[in-house]
């Protein structure tokens, strides 16, 4: 495909630490299918939960496909997400167990013409450790800059 769709949760990896990555299918419609392809969509303050132990992915906006006929999606709907069954018990164990949360980092179409998900495992940062990454980044492209002159 030349036409490569990667739509990022930007405000995610600000906001938390990544404990584990994951890449779940997604369960979609045919307009939000086509509205992806043509990269209506938008992840902020996207994040996973299970219900009935399966995992859905809430707060992930899809805009309505603007050449539908009679029916559309909700944007906003909440849609599952794919995971193997030890991979969803792994997941659902640690987020019980240790107060952690599942956030979605990005989504994109796979090799084959999949709607796919990367999710983490996230522990939130507190607002020191925000600093910090913001002061390392800094550093990073002060540096750059210098070695390039």
């Given at each position: 495909?030349?036409?490569?769709?990667?739509?990022?949760?930007?405000?995610?990896?600000?906001?938390?630490?990544?404990?584990?990555?994951?890449?779940?299918?997604i369960?979609?419609?045919?307009?939000?299918?086509?509205?992806?392809?043509?990269?209506?969509?938008?992840?902020?303050d996207?994040?996973c939960?299970?219900?009935n132990?399966?995992?859905?992915?809430?707060?992930?906006?899809?805009?309505?496909?603007?050449?539908?006929?009679?029916?559309?999606?909700?944007?906003?709907?909440?849609?599952?997400?794919?995971?193997?069954a030890?991979e969803?018990?792994?997941?659902e164990?640690?987020?019980?167990?240790?107060?952690?949360?599942?956030?979605?980092?990005?989504l994109?179409f796979?090799?084959?013409?999949?709607?796919?998900?990367?999710i983490?495992?996230?522990?939130?940062k507190?607002?020191y450790?925000?600093?910090?990454?913001?002061?390392?980044?800094?550093?990073?492209l002060?540096?750059?800059?210098?070695?390039?002159?």
């Open positions: 495909m030349a036409n490569k769709i990667e739509i990022r949760n930007k405000k995610a990896s600000h906001d938390y630490e990544f404990i584990d990555k994951y890449t779940a299918g369960v979609l419609k045919g307009t939000e299918v086509k509205s992806l392809r043509m990269g209506k969509a938008s992840m902020v996207t994040f939960f299970f219900r132990s399966e995992l859905w992915i809430r707060n992930m906006h899809i805009s309505e496909y603007a050449n539908r006929g009679y029916m559309n999606h909700d944007p906003m709907q909440e849609r599952k997400l794919l995971l193997n030890s969803l018990k792994k997941l164990r640690k987020v019980k167990e240790k107060g952690l949360t599942i956030v979605a980092t990005k994109f796979s090799d084959r013409g999949y709607a796919k998900v990367n983490a495992l996230a522990k939130g507190k607002e450790d925000k600093r910090e990454d913001i002061k390392k980044r800094d550093t990073k002060q540096d750059a800059r210098l070695r390039k002159l």
